[in-house]
């Protein structure tokens, strides 16, 4: 059965990018646009892994990471961040909050390849 | 002379050149990127003005194609593909039987075509990994990576250790890029921790020379993956009975699993599993089963290691007889 992932991106672009990589790697993809959004599905049904943006209107990337670690329910769930926020504090900071990996856009199938490997998920 | 024509030849031309200048094969790519690509490397060679195919098959015949300029072009067609940790249970049992040494004071490694040095560098994360665990550090035991590449630029891109975003994804996990890398000022850009740079060094050097004076001749592996298969076979099969004389007796060359299944089946006689504990990922080739040459003219290579300067125009020599192709 294939592992499902919740790509989470207020833009449009990048969500299509992802799924098509995903895909092509046998996730069955979601999707969100914001926090709050990629929240609810979560509540419903944790997927195996969320693939985040930091910087989304309603509710950000960090807050959402937050608030799904502090769920019984989402603490497995396998958050791989992936956003323009690059500087070295931020990445500290994303990984603390509780993400397994960290993407700096951009990224291509290499680079998703590499770190969803990482993580255990290919 | 048509379009198509000129093609051919040039085809034909830079085949010659690339196996003459480094073993290396043209790669498979079209009329229009091969012309394009050779007139950047005419457009970036000092003054040269842009070239019309014709004037860029005359160059390439001619004599005119000049030593420098031979560099260049052998430069544009040499692959510079790379990763952290490329074929990472290389860098697995690496670190589990050669980089955890108990009875050695060095470990010593050449990376034979490590690119812009990411192969080198995840070797010296992986030590420094292990060593953090072990604490062998105290013992004074140490790592001694040695990083050739045929490309100047590559070297001199290596030899700082800067990457941008885009490199240090491909294969670094965010741990080891924040332990062993530091963010430089302005953003998109990292550079290795010196104590990681501090155990490899940088040289240009081509596979068909004789390997430098300074490299120590019992190494205990030579990495060259992904390499081999861009190399003219009869070429690439003296590349390795050259690099397998560098080794010590328990040493290991390491290859990309389908170069070792090339080549491994004539030049390595006994699964390399019966020469460890625990089988080693495919690509690795133990020294000790090596067959071809004999041990004699093994011996005899290591002698005079030095005495061929240049394998693309040698088929045989009478000091080097089992270099002769099959």
């Known amino acids: 059965m294939a592992k499902s992932c919740l790509v989470v991106d207020d833009s449009k672009i990048v969500r299509v990018m992802a799924r098509k990589i995903l895909e092509g790697l046998g996730f069955e993809v979601f999707d969100a646009e914001n926090g709050q959004e990629a929240f609810d599905f979560c509540m419903k049904s944790p997927p195996a892994c969320v693939l985040l943006d930091w910087n989304m209107p309603v ?31 931020s990445v500290k900071q994303g990984m603390s909050a509780g993400a397994d990996e960290y993407i700096m856009k951009p990224f291509d199938e290499g680079v998703i390849k590499s770190k969803f490997s990482e993580v255990g998920l290919i | ?45 000092r003054d040269r003005p842009r070239l019309t195919p014709y004037e860029l098959l005359s160059f390439a015949q001619g004599e005119r194609f000049e030593p420098a300029f031979r560099n260049l072009v052998v430069e544009i067609f040499s692959d510079k593909k790379t990763a ?11 670190g589990d039987n050669l980089l955890s040494l108990k009875t050695k004071k060095t ?3 050449w990376c034979a075509a490590c690119s812009t040095g990411q192969e080198a560098l995840s070797l010296g994360i992986t030590w ?5 665990d072990s604490a062998q550090e105290e013992t004074g035991t140490r790592l001694a990576v040695y990083a050739s590449d045929l490309s100047a630029r590559a070297i001199k891109t290596a030899r700082t250790g800067h990457y941008n975003n885009f490199d240090v994804q491909h294969g670094l996990n965010v741990h080891d890029l924040l332990g062993f890398f530091d963010e430089q000022q302005g953003g998109g850009f990292w550079k290795a921790k010196d104590t990681l740079l501090a155990h490899t060094t940088f040289f240009q050097h081509n596979l068909l020379r004789s390997p430098p004076s300074f490299l120590p001749r019992r190494l205990d592996a030579i990495l060259l993956p992904h390499t081999l298969q861009n190399f003219d ?17 328990e040493g290991w060359l390491v290859l990309a699993p389908s170069e070792a299944e090339q080549y491994g089946e004539r030049l390595f006689s006994q699964p390399v599993e019966n020469f ?3 089988a080693p990922p495919k690509g690795m080739l133990s020294r000790r089963a090596f067959v071809y040459p004999d041990r004699d003219a093994l011996a005899a290579l290591q002698r005079s290691r030095e005495g061929t300067q240049d394998m693309s125009r040698q088929t045989s020599s009478p000091r080097e007889p089992w270099m002769q192709t099959s």
């Open chain 1, 59 to 89: 509710m950000n990337g960090l807050d959402f990471l937050k608030k799904l670690r502090s769920e019984a329910s989402g603490k497995s769930v396998k958050v791989i961040f992936c956003t323009t926020q690059t500087d070295a504090e």
């Open chain 2, 1 to 45: 002379m048509s379009g198509t024509q000129d093609a051919v030849r040039l085809r034909e031309a830079l085949t010659i050149v690339l196996k003459e200048s480094a073993g290396l094969l043209l790669p498979p790519i079209e009329d229009s990127v091969l012309v394009a690509r050779l007139r950047a490397a005419c457009t970036s060679f």
């Open chain 2, 84 to 94: 952290f940790f490329r074929n990472k249970e290389t860098f697995a049992y690496l």
């Open chain 2, 107 to 109: 470990a010593t490694i």
């Open chain 2, 128 to 132: 420094r990994k292990r060593m953090a």
């Open chain 2, 233 to 249: 076979a009869s070429i690439a099969e003296r590349v390795i009975v050259r690099l397998v004389s560098l080794l010590a007796p």
């Open chain 2, 276 to 278: 460890s504990d625990r």
